[in-house]
C-alpha cells in the first residue's frame, strides 16, 4: 500500500478545491436566500448581483459562504452532501425501495452483467473467427472499427423500440446495448492474445504437426488469457456506461441512469452527484473483480508471479 | 419474403466472393485490402435494403439505406452546418484542449511519482463517471454552445490520454537511461531527446482512442441541451418529429467524420513513428 | 536418411526477390551430427526450416527418410529446437514437455513415464513440477531439448539451441548434448555461430556462405567419438576449427 | 380473463398521467375486465415510434407530435382527449426587460425539442420573428432539457415551462412570481391540445380492439374524475408508481392541482373547434424548422370511443 | 587513472542481500585495455557501472582520474558501450552519434566535423544518414562504438559489445577496435564471456568468480601489441587463453 499516501493526499486536495468552487458555484442561491432572512448582503436586490461575477460576490460576502454549503438543489453540491446522500440512500435505506441506490444498482448491474457476458463472449467469437478467417479479418475488422463511431445514444432509442416491437423489453435491451459497447474491447483484445504466439511457438506446434484445433486449445488460448483479462477490464466499464444509457430510453424507470436523469428533471443535483459517484463505485468494484480473477487465474497457470 | 431470401442469398455469395479473395493470390494488394470490406459493407447494406423492403417495415422504425442516401443528398447544407458546430468547435477544440492538458499532467505526474501514484488511481475513478452523468452538469456550467461540448470531451479523452502518455514515458529501458545518465544529460534534455520520442507509440494510442471518443463525447453531449444546431440536436430532434431518415444521415456523418479522424490520426502517428517496428511492415 | 539435391528457394519480398537458398547438395546419414556454420544470412535456418517442411523449396529436391519433408512432418519423424527455449510459461516444465506427447495422443500413463524418462535423460529429473521462469536459462533450453526427444523422432533439428547462454553454461551443454546424441544414436542437424561448438560436437561441419546461400566447403571431422571438453585444445582439434576459419573467411565478404 | 391494453406515456411518471395511475390502481381498469401495462416515457422516446413498432396499444401524446407523426405515415387517431387546456408557457425574468412578445429580438430562449416544438415556432411565424439568431427581429433559440435550469442559472431569457412542473420548480429556485413574467400559449392564441389518447387508425377496424379502448377511456375519465377529487391521494398513487423514487409528495400534490385545472371542463370527447384550432395553428406556420404538417388532416379524430365510453 | 580499493557492493533485494562485489582491489592505467571475464553473476557489469558512477559502491574506494566517479561522470570522462548497441531508432546513424554532442552542447558546426570523424573512425562513412534498423548488427554495434568516442572521452566502458553478434562479425570487429585503441591510445575496459576475445584484445584479463563477485586471477597479456587475427592459433595465445580457462573453471562451480 505504498499509494495509500499519495491517493490520501490527491483526494484531500480534491476535496478542498471542491469545497472551494462550491463558493462561487452557490453564491447566488445563498445571497438571495440570505437578504431574505434579512442577513444583509452586499449588493442589495438580486439585479446588481445577477450582473455581478460570482467570484467579485462571494469576495464581498464571505459571512454567507457557509450557505453555499448546505443548499438543497445546489449548482455544485458540497462532498458531504454527496456522501451523506449516498450513506442514506444506500446503507439507511432497505435495498427493496425505490429510493435505495442500491436497488438501482442492482438492477443496472444486473443488466450489465448479462450484456457484458453477451458481449464478451461475442468479442471472443469474433476475434476467434477473425484469427482463423482471412475473409473475415479483412471484412470485419474495418467495419468493427467504424461501428464504434456511431453514437449509441442516437441508436439506443431505435433498438429498444425494434426489440420491444417484437417483444423483447426489460433487462435484455438494455443488455444488448452494453453488449454492443464491450464487445469491441474483447474483440482487438483477444484477435491482439490469439495473435500473440510467436511466429516459432506456432513452427514448433507444425513440428509436431498439431491440428488447427489443437493449436488453439494448447497454445492461442493459453497464450491470449493474459490479453483476454485486460480487455475484459475495458469491456465490463463500457459495459456499465452501455446498461446506464440504455436505461435513458427505457421510460426511465429504474436503474442508476434513470435516477441520473430523474435527478436532473427536478433539479436535484445532490441526487444526480449520488448516482454518478455510485456508479463510478461500481465500476471500480467490477473492474477490481475482474482484476481478482486474472490473478487467480493467472496464479493458476503459473504465470502470475 | 422473397426480397428477404434475396438478402441471404446475396449475402452467402459475398462471403464466398470474400473468402475467394482473401484466400486467393491477390490477397496483399492493395486492392484487396479495400475491396474485401467494401465488399462485406455494401453486402450489408443491401442486404438492410432488401429486408426492410421485404418485411415492409415502417420508415418510423427503420428507414432503407436508398432514403437515408436520399436524405443526406437533399440536406447537405444542414449536415455540413451540423458538422461544423459538432466536429470542428465541440470535439476538436475539446479533444486539443484535453490532450495538451493531459500531456501537461503527465509532465508533473512523471517528474513527481508521488503525484503519479496519487493522481492515477483516483484519476481511473474519475473517469468513470458516466458522460451521461456529467453531461448535463457540464452544460449547466458551461452553457449551451459548443464550450460545454467541448468539456465534455475534455473530460472524456484527458484520462485515457494521460494514461498512455505516461506509460509512454517510462517505456525507456534502463540501459537507455543509464546511457543518459554517462552523458550527464539533464532531466529536459532526457525528456526531449529521449523519453518522448520512444513514448510516441503510446502517446499515439491515447490519441487513437480519443479520437473515436471525442465525436461521441461532443454529439451525446448536444442531448443535454445545445444551440439549434449540431449532430446531436439533429438526431436527438429528428426521433422526436420521427424523421428517421435524418437521424441516419446524421449517424452516417458520425460514422465517416469518426472513421475519417482515427484515419487521419492514424496518418500522423505513421508519420512520426515511422521507426516504430509495428510502422515499418 | 536426408537427402537433398540442387535445392532452391528464393523468397518473394516487398524489395525484390531474396535467394535464401542456391544448389544445395547434401546428404545426411542416419546417425550423423551435422552442424551448419556460416555468416548471418547464409541460409542455415532455411535449410533446417525446409527439411521440417516449414519451407517449401523452390527447386530442387529434398527427400527425408524416402519421404517428402511434408510427409515425414506428418510422420512426425524430427524434434525441432529452437535459440529460444520456447517453453510455455503456463505449463509447468513437465507440462510443457508432455505438450507434444498429448498432442500425438500418447495415453497418459506413456506420457508420465517418457516425460520422467527424458527429465532424467537431460539431467532435470526433479524440476518437473516447476515453472520454466523459475529455472535458469540454460536448465531451460535443456527442458526444451527434452521436449524435442520426449516423442522419440530419429531427426532432431537444432536451430542455434545456445546461442543464447553464456559460454560456461554452453561448454556444459555441449557436453551433455554430445553424451546424449551417444546415447541415442539420434541423427542431427546443428546450426551454430560459433566455430568451437561446431568443431566440438560435430561428425561433419557444412559451412555455408550468403547473397545467394550455398555450401561451400563440407568438412569432416577426423576427431573421435569420445570428446572430452580438453580435446579444443589439443592440435587436431585446432586444425579443423582453423580449416573452418579459413572457410568461412574465403565466404564472407565484409560491407 | 382480462384483456391486456398497453399505454405508453409521453413522459415519465408523474401526475401529469394521475388519471391513468389512479384508475390503475383503484381497480377501475379491472372492474372494465383490463390489465393495463402503462409504460413511462422519457426524452428519447417518441410514442407514435413506440405505437408504431407494436410497442403500445395505445398512446399519450400532444396534438401536434401526432399529426406529424400521422403525415409521416404514422396513422394516429385521437380517440380522447382528457386535457381539454394546456399548461405550456413561456417564462421570462422581468430583469431582462420583456414585457410582451414584443420585446424578445435580441433574446435568447429556451424550447423544448422532440415534437414539443412545433407551438413555439407557430406563435414566432406569426409575431415575424426570425428563429436563427438574436438581433433587431430574431431571437436565439437554445434546445432546453426538461428542467426549468437555463433560467435559474441566467443561461437564457426565456424558457419554456410546464405551469404543473418547471413554473414551480423557478418558484422554488427563489425567483419570485413578481421577478416572472409568464406567456401561456393559449392566452396567446397558439394553444394546441396536450395530452391526448392516440391509437392506430388500422386497429380501429377490430371491433374487439373498438370495444376494449371503449371500456378503456370510459375508465381512465373515472380515474381522472377521482384525481381530480383527491388530489393527495392521487399524488400518493403517482409516488407509488414511481420506480427511480425521485418524486416528492408536495411537488405531485401541487401538479395533480395543477393539472385538475386542464382536465377541468371535458368529459373526455375531442372538442372539434380545439382540433381545427390546433390544426389551423400548425398550418398557419409551416416552414423547414416547423415541418410539423404541411397539408390538413383527414381522419386523425374520432368520436366513436368516447361517444360509447361516455355515453 | 582508475583505482579500486576493497570495493564492496552489496544489493538488497527482497529475497535477501546479494553481495555483488566483494573487496575488489584493482588499479588501471591510463592507455590499459583491461578485460573482465567470469561466469553470469559475477559482478562484470557491476564494476563496470560503479566505474561510470551508475551504481554507488557500499564500502571501500573508487577513483577516476584521481576524481570520485560521480565527479567524473559529470566531467564527462567516459564513454560507455552496452551490449545492444541501443541506439534510438527515430534518429539516423549520424543523429544518434550527435546525440551526446547536442546534450553536452557542442556547436552545430563541431558536431558535423565530429561525426563524420567518429563515422569514418569505425568504417561507416557514407552510412549517417541511414536509419539503425536498415543496418546489420556489426554495423549498428559499429555505430554504437563510435557515439561512445564522438566526445572524445578518456575512458571507454564497454559491457559486452559483441556479444549478440555472430563469430566472424564478432572477429573484425575485435581487429578494428584493436586497431582504434592503437590510434587513439585511450583506456579500455572491456567485459566479455569470450576467452579468445578477452586474451585477443587485452593488456590484462580480469577474472572474476561469483558468489560473492571478486576477482579470482589477474592475467598479464605478454602478446605484443600489433595482433594480427592469426596470433589465437599461435602457442602463446592458447597458453595465454588456457590459463584463463582454468582460472574461470576453479571460480565456477555447476548447480
Ligand atoms: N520469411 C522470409 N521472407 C523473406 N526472406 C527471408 C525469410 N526468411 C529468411 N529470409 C532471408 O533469407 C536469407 C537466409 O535467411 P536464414 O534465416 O536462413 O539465414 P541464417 O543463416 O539462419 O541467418 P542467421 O545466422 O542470422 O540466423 C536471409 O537473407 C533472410 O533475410
Ligand atoms: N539492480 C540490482 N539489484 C539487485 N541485484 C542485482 C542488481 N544488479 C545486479 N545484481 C546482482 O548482482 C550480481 C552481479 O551482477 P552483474 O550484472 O554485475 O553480473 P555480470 O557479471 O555482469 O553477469 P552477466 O554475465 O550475466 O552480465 C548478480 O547476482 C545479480 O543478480
Ligand atoms: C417535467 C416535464 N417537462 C416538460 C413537460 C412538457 N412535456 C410534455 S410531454 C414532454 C415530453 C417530451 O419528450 C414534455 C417535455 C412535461 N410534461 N413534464
Ligand atoms: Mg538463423
Ligand atoms: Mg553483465
Known sequence: MRSLLPVLTVVAAILAFWYVACIPMNIHF???????????????GMAPRREMGAIPLAARNPHIWAETWVQDKPRLPAPHQVAIELWQTTVEKKVTSKRSLVFHGWVTLSATLVGFGIGAVAGVLLAVGIVHSRAMDMSVMPWAIASQTIPILAIAPMIIVVLNSVGVQGLVPKAIISAYLSFFPVVVGMVKGLRSPTPMDLDLMRTWNASRDQ????????????????????????????????????????????RLLSGSYYGQTVQIWSALFATAILAAVLVAAIAAMERATLKRMGVGR | MPLVIAAFVLWAAAWWLNIRIANGPAAGSQAAKLGVPAIFGLTLLAMWELIVRGLDLPMVILPAPSMIAERFAASLPILWQDFVQTVVKGALSGYVIGCLAAFGTAILVDRWDFLRRGLMPVGSFVAALPIVGTAPILVMWYGFDWQSKAAVVVVMVFFPVLVNITAGLQETTQMQRDQMKTWAASYWQGFWKLRLPAAMPFVFNGLKISSTLALIGAIVAEFFGSPIVGMGFRISISVGQLALDMVWAEIVVAA???????????????????WHPSQRG | MIQAKGLD????????????????????????????????????????????????PTGGSLTVNGMSPEEARQARAYGYVFQAAGLYPWRTIAGNIRLPLEIMGFSKAEQNE??????????????????????????????????????????????????ALDEIVRDHLNEELLKLWERTGKTIGFVTHSIPEAVYLSTRIVVMSPRPGRITDVIESPLPKERPLD???????????????????AGHAYD | AQDEVTLQLKWVTQAQFAGYYVAQDKGFYDEAGLDVTIKPGGPDIAPEQVIAAGGADVIVTWMAAGLAARERGVPLV?????????????????????????????????????????????????????????DENGVTVIKQAFSADPLIQGQADCISTMTYNEYRQILQAGIGEDELVTFNYLEEGFGMLEDGLYVLEDDLEDPEFKDKMVRFVAASMKGWKYAEENPEEAAEIVLDNDETGAQTLDHQVYMVREVAKLTAGTDGALDPADY????????SAVSPDNPAITKEPEGAWTHEITDEALN
Open chain 3, 114 to 163: 517418457r516425460v520422467e524418462k527424458v527429465l532424467e535423460l537431460v539431467d532435470l529429473a526433479g524440476f518437473g513440477g516447476k515453472f520454466p521462469w523459475q529455472l535458469s536459462g540454460g536448465m531451460q533450453q535443456r527442458a526444451s531439448i527434452a521436449r524435442a526427444l520426449s516423442f522419440d523422432a530419429d531427426i532432431l533439428l537444432m536451430d542455434e539451441p545456445f546461442g
Open chain 2, 256 to 274: 465517416i467524420a469518426g472513421s475519417a479522424f482515427y484515419g487521419i490520426v492514424a496518418f500522423i502517428e505513421r508519420k512520426v513513428t515511422f
Open chain 3, 9 to 56: 528457394l528464393t523468397f518473394q519480398t516487398n524489395d525484390g526477390a531474396v535467394q535464401a537458398l542456391k544448389g544445395v547438395d547434401l546428404d545426411i546419414n542416419r546417425g550423423d551430427f551435422v552442424s551448419f556454420i556460416g555468416p548471418s544470412g547464409c541460409g542455415k535456418t532455411t535449410f533446417l526450416r525446409c527439411v521440417a517442411a516449414l519451407e517449401t
Open chain 4, 276 to 283: 381545427d384550432q390546433t390544426v389551423s395553428t400548425l398550418l
Open chain 1, 30 to 44: 445563498a445571497a438571495m436566500q440570505a437578504e431574505r432572512a434579512g442577513v444583509p448582503v452586499t449588493p442589495e
Open chain 3, 231 to 249: 580435446i579444443r585444445d589439443t592440435p587436431e582439434f585446432l586444425e579443423v576449427a582453423h580449416r573452418v576459419r579459413e572457410g568461412l573467411r
Open chain 4, 78 to 134: 385521437n380517440i380522447a382527449q382528457p386535457f381539454k387546456s394546456g399548461g405550456l408557457q413561456v417564462n421570462c425574468l422581468k430583469s431582462t426587460g420583456v414585457e410582451s412578445p414584443e420585446d424578445f429580438p435580441g433574446k435568447t430562449m429556451g424550447v423544448w425539442f422532440f415534437g414539443n416544438e412545433y407551438p413555439f415556432y407557430a406563435w414566432m411565424a406569426s409575431l415575424g420573428i426570425e428563429t436563427d439568431g438574436a
Open chain 1, 215 to 258: 493449436t488453439f486449445r494448447k497454445l492461442r488460448l493459453p497464450a491470449s488469457v493474459p490479453y483476454l483479462f485486460a480487455s475484459l477490464k475495458i469491456g465490463i466499464a463500457a459495459s456499465l456506461v452501455g446498461a446506464i444509457v440504455g436505461e435513458l430510453p427505457t421510460g426511465a424507470a429504474r436503474g442508476l441512469g434513470a
